[in-house]
């Protein structure tokens, strides 16, 4: 059998070092699947229950390694469900391939089945490269362009092939004019600044005397250089959440996260800092950093579009974090003083002492602070975490202790429901050995997550450590919404929009296969913990959690109290419940501890 269309691609892909295609089948890619299968080994396919959950495995297998993420689906309706997962790797700038059928090209133009302009569909998401393949001697440089433009600009591309199109003979570009011959490979650059900039940035920071740094994800190769310019500056770190597995948070000088779901550690060191270093972050909340003109400020990132675009920086770096802050390492003076680092570690601690009482502070039935207080000592060293966006978010980024050799991760940018079962899928095929940990709320789990139960259960008994949990906060409320309605508008909970159908995720559990844990009684959480983590097999942890325990901010400004005040007298229908909530939370750290 002469070579196909769809042969040459896989083999393309192949020689570029894809080896896993997350995707979902259909007629409109038929002959990519047939030639898949052909492909035997080569490739390992993971079907999943919807599209949009192939974009986001494919998301999240780039950032837990590093390589190209590929999602397949067939045309229309499968790769308009892609959109939402591929914008999350555009949000978060990881290289991530959309492979997609298109209507035959016989009938493109004739308003046919499940024809839709596919190009005009991803024009935005996949920006740096979309294409329609029309001819076989297109696949080659197609096929080379979208991969290389992923990799090197950390972007998501697409690429459309026709039905008709999949299973022609494959055809190598003529030698005639109009024609191009491309090539496979790509190799990241030592990307590092002049030597001249390095020098203006070690005169800004050597001249602070309070040095505040900001980590993101771009800093996720660089702990050790981190580490070692704060040790030099004598500086406080905070870390954005997607920054979260960067620096252990035992280090006192650590302040945790930043911004809404931040610490107060991290705003108090960002409100007296004089001088700000920015590390591979795109950290969107410019009211979480230093006011301008407050403190100087030092921005690495290899992105220079991110530069100077949350606080203006005195000295802006393009390069690769590590291989910059070794750099400016050398040029950097040791600060003796450590008044403000003992400052900061002051701060921290009563920030820990706070986070603690808050977690265990009554509820009804459970404060889902405490399910992560009681995790976090018994995270396993190797453990991967993953978070849904909502109020889970919030204990999280606050109450999960990371310590060296984790990785955790969620939908930052995008900040989209729904990602963290998808995430914690890929982080299981990509590190098969290692635990994984998925912290969803109800809400999530009832939008998309449920589904992905049954692609756990489908695959988990190839994975060589069958450790999969899954811990759904059960409080039949879309809470952090609830709580913002409340707080940022004033207005009282809207019981249509907000409130949720009770629904035994436990059990579903069970009915597919995998163990199903029900806690409704806080002293319950450390056993259940303990019988999960030593599980045979994935687990679902069902916490019923009280929906009037608030994600407060750490600092709460006038118009939050105002809206505070005003909520409950509006008519809230759990209005005396939430502030009962509110109050405890907010006196956590004053008032003695009730069980």
């Not at 991110?306 to 040791?334: C, F, H, W």
């Not at 977690?359 to 018994?378: W, Y």
């Not at 050995?433 to 695959?459: C, F, H, S, W």
């Amino acid at each position: 059998m002469s070579q196909t269309v769809a042969d040459f691609f896989w083999d393309r892909l192949h020689q570029w070092g894809v080896r896993r295609i997350f995707g979902y089948p259909g007629d409109g890619i038929n002959g990519l699947l047939g030639s898949l299968q052909r492909a035997g080994d080569r490739f390992e396919f993971i079907q999943v229950r919807h599209e949009e959950m192939a974009a986001f495995m494919a998301s999240a297998h780039s950032k837990f390694t590093g390589e190209l993420g590929v999602c397949l689906a067939t045309s229309g309706p499968g790769a308009a469900h892609l959109v939402t997962g591929l914008y999350d790797a555009k949000a978060d700038h990881m290289p991530v391939l959309a492979v997609v059928g298109q209507a035959a090209r016989t009938a493109m133009g004739a308003h046919y089945q499940q024809e839709v302009d596919l190009a005009a569909l991803f024009k935005d998401v996949a920006s740096d490269f979309v294409q329609t393949a029309m001819v076989p001697a297109q696949v080659r440089h197609l096929t080379d362009r979208a991969v290389r433009i992923a990799m090197s600009r950390k972007r998501v591309t697409a690429l459309i092939f026709p039905n008709d199109l999949q299973d022609l003979p494959m055809e190598a570009p003529p030698r005639t004019h109009g024609a191009v011959f491309s090539g496979v490979g790509w190799t990241a650059p030592e990307t590092i600044p002049t030597a001249a900039d390095l020098a203006r940035a070690a005169a800004v920071l050597n001249e602070g005397k309070k040095v505040a740094i900001l980590v993101g994800a771009g800093a996720r190769a660089a702990v050790d250089e981190v580490i070692a310019v704060a040790d030099r500056l004598g500086a406080g770190c905070a870390k954005a959440l997607l920054g979260k597995q960067v620096l252990p948070d035992a280090l006192p000088w650590v302040t945790g996260s930043i911004g809404m779901l931040g610490t107060r550690p991290s705003y108090e060191m960002m409100m007296a800092c004089d001088t700000l270093l920015m590390v591979g972050s795109g950290f969107p909340y410019a009211e979480f950093l230093p006011e301008e003109g407050q403190a100087r400020g030092v921005q690495i990132d290899i992105d220079p579009a991110m530069l100077s675009i949350r606080y203006p920086a005195e000295v802006n770096l393009e390069g690769d974090a590590a291989l910059t802050l070794s750099a400016l390492l050398p040029l950097l003076k040791q600060k003796a003083d450590t008044a403000w680092r003992d400052g900061i570690a002051s701060w921290k601690d009563d920030w820990t002492e706070t986070l603690k009482n808050r977690a265990m502070a009554k509820a009804t039935p459970v404060n889902p602070q405490r399910a992560f207080t009681e995790l976090s000592p018994r995270l396993p060293d190797d453990v991967i975490l993953t978070s849904d966006s909502g109020s889970c978010a919030n204990w999280y980024a606050r109450d999960l202790e990371i310590r060296r050799g984790m990785m955790a991760s969620l939908s930052g940018g995008l900040a989209s429901m729904g990602a963290a079962v998808p995430y914690a899928i890929a982080a299981k095929f990509a590190h098969p050995t290692r635990p994984v940990i998925a912290v969803v709320g109800d809400g999530a789990m009832q939008m998309n997550n449920m589904a992905e139960l049954v692609t756990i259960a489908k695959y988990w008994q190839g994975w060589a450590d069958p450790r999969l949990i899954v811990m759904v906060l059960n409080n039949e409320d879309l809470n952090q919404v609830t709580w913002e309605q409340r707080i940022m508008e004033g207005n009282p909970k809207y019981d249509a929009s907000q409130s949720l159908p009770d629904v035994p995720y436990h059990k579903f559990a069970e009915l597919i296969g995998l163990i199903g844990i029900f806690v409704d009684d806080p002293e319950g959480l450390g056993s259940a913990w303990d019988r999960a983590l030593a599980a045979d097999r994935p687990v679902v942890l069902e916490v019923k959690a009280d929906p009037e325990v608030p994600p407060l901010p750490p600092h709460i400004g006038f118009d939050q109290a105002r809206g505070f005040v005003g909520f409950a007298a509006k008519g809230d229908s759990c209005g005396a419940g939430a502030i009962v909530g509110a109050a405890r939370q907010v006196l956590a750290n004053l008032l003695p501890v009730q069980k």
